[in-house]
């Protein structure tokens, strides 16, 4: 399995942000996206996610592989940590494997209501999900977002070990060392010129 990306434009309300975007990630590696704020990473992300279209290029990867993480935490507050892990495994058609709490963190929250947790606690409730879904092609945006030191080697952990070392790919847009051997794709010289046409449908961004 490998992802493979050809020559990727895509845009932001219509207007071109990257273009000429290739590489490719093999099973078990994951590729670290850099650039400022607002140059694109979480454009990109969504459009690799099939989340919005491309201006052109071509995005390769296994059908129903992918799954995107933003980084807010998308979670119910008004269910418990259990509940909130169960719906997602419901909606994927999976398991709810009890590891996962240990790998978060979480074991001591099982019956807390989401709405009652800190953001850091939601933050690891809603980074569980990846090890609940089933996905092998993760498309993540500033996952360790209100995540403490302590948090981050957490989630790093589950990602090296329960993931990529599973044959999982990752493509992770963030400012913190993760601590992970990965390469990083630099995105601002493949910023779009600013007098490039656009011709997106991204109304609803």
């Known amino acids: 399995?490998?992802?493979?990306?050809?020559?990727?434009?895509?845009?932001?309300?219509?207007?071109?942000?990257?273009?000429?975007?290739?590489?490719?990630?093999?099973?078990?590696?994951?590729?670290?996206?850099?650039?400022?704020?607002?140059?694109?990473?979480?454009?990109?992300?969504?459009?690799?996610?099939?989340?919005?279209?491309?201006?052109?290029?071509?995005?390769?990867?296994p059908e129903e592989a992918g799954a995107y993480a933003s980084h807010t935490d998308g979670i119910k507050e008004q269910l418990t940590v259990t509940e909130s892990l169960a719906f997602w495994a419901n909606i994927y058609g999976t398991k709810l494997p009890h590891t996962v709490f240990d790998a978060f963190d979480l074991d001591g929250l099982r019956s807390r209501l989401v709405g009652t947790l800190s953001a850091g606690q939601k933050r690891r409730v809603g980074l569980a999900r990846l090890g609940v879904i089933g996905r092998k092609v993760l498309f993540l945006d500033e996952p360790t977002t209100s995540l403490d030191r302590f948090s981050v080697k957490m989630f790093t952990n589950w990602?090296?070990?329960?993931?990529?070392?599973?044959?999982?790919?990752?493509?992770?847009?963030?400012?913190?060392?993760?601590?992970?051997?990965?390469?990083?794709?630099?995105?601002?010289?493949?910023?779009?010129?600013?007098?490039?046409?656009?011709?997106s449908d991204e109304f609803f961004l």
């Open 159 to 199: 990602l090296w070990n329960d993931h990529l070392k599973q044959g999982g790919i990752a493509v992770i847009a963030t400012h913190v060392d993760l601590g992970i051997d990965a390469p990083e794709l630099e995105l601002f010289p493949l910023r779009s010129a600013a007098n490039a046409g656009g011709g």
């Open 1 to 61: 399995m490998k992802l493979i990306v050809t020559d990727l434009s895509v845009a932001r309300g219509g207007v071109p942000v990257l273009s000429g975007v290739s590489f490719t990630v093999q099973a078990g590696c994951a590729l670290l996206l850099r650039g400022p704020n607002g140059i694109g990473k979480t454009t990109l992300l969504r459009t690799l996610a099939g989340l919005q279209p491309a201006l052109s290029g071509i995005v390769s990867f």
